[in-house]
């Protein structure tokens, strides 16, 4: 991806502690329905997917309730797409940052990683392969 004007950022993620109440406060706010998402195996999370855009602009995300992460802070996850999530991954310890979670399968959605930036930021790398 050496497109100088590919956008990077594929996918978003906002950890919520209360998924009716958040869910209800962004489809209010922006006037749109959230659904449900399913599940990757069997993690323990609960997803409400934001609708994607029919132009193929923009990128979309979910809320999401997930054992261990709450909300506020730096609870919402921005990911980039790579081709292979796991060659941006092996970069990231001698760029100054950590893995929080190395290359995972989700299923049919293809692969994330999940990092920590120099700064303390957790990051998330998508790709399908």
């Known amino acids: 991806m050496e ?3 590919f956008n990077p950022v594929a996918w978003f ?3 919520v502690d209360d998924m009716d ?3 209800k406060f ?5 006037n749109l329905k959230l659904d449900e998402m399913p599940v990757p195996g069997d ?6 997917c934001f609708p994607g855009s029919e132009n193929g602009i923009g990128a979309s995300g979910t809320l999401i309730k997930m054992d261990g992460l709450q909300a506020g802070g730096n609870s ?6 790579c081709m292979d999530c796991a060659v941006e991954e092996s970069r990231v ?3 100054g940052g950590t893995i929080h979670q190395p290359k995972m399968s989700i299923g049919e959605y293809g ?4 990092i920590i930036d120099s700064e303390g930021n957790t990051v998330g790398l998508y790709s399908m392969n």
């Not at 962004?26 to 922006?30: K, L, T």
């Not at 993690?43 to 409400?48: D, G, L, S």
């Not at 919402?76 to 797409?81: R, S």
Request: hydrophobic letters at 45%; aromatic letters at 18%; charged letters at 20%.
């Open 111 to 114: 692969f994330c990683s999940i």
């Open 93 to 95: 310890v001698n760029a």
């Open 76 to 81: 919402t996850i921005v990911y980039f797409g």
């Open 13 to 15: 993620e906002i950890y």
């Open 21 to 23: 109440r958040a869910t």
């Open 43 to 48: 993690a323990p999370m609960t997803m409400r």
């Open 26 to 30: 962004y489809e209010a706010v922006f």
């Open 3 to 5: 497109n100088k004007k």
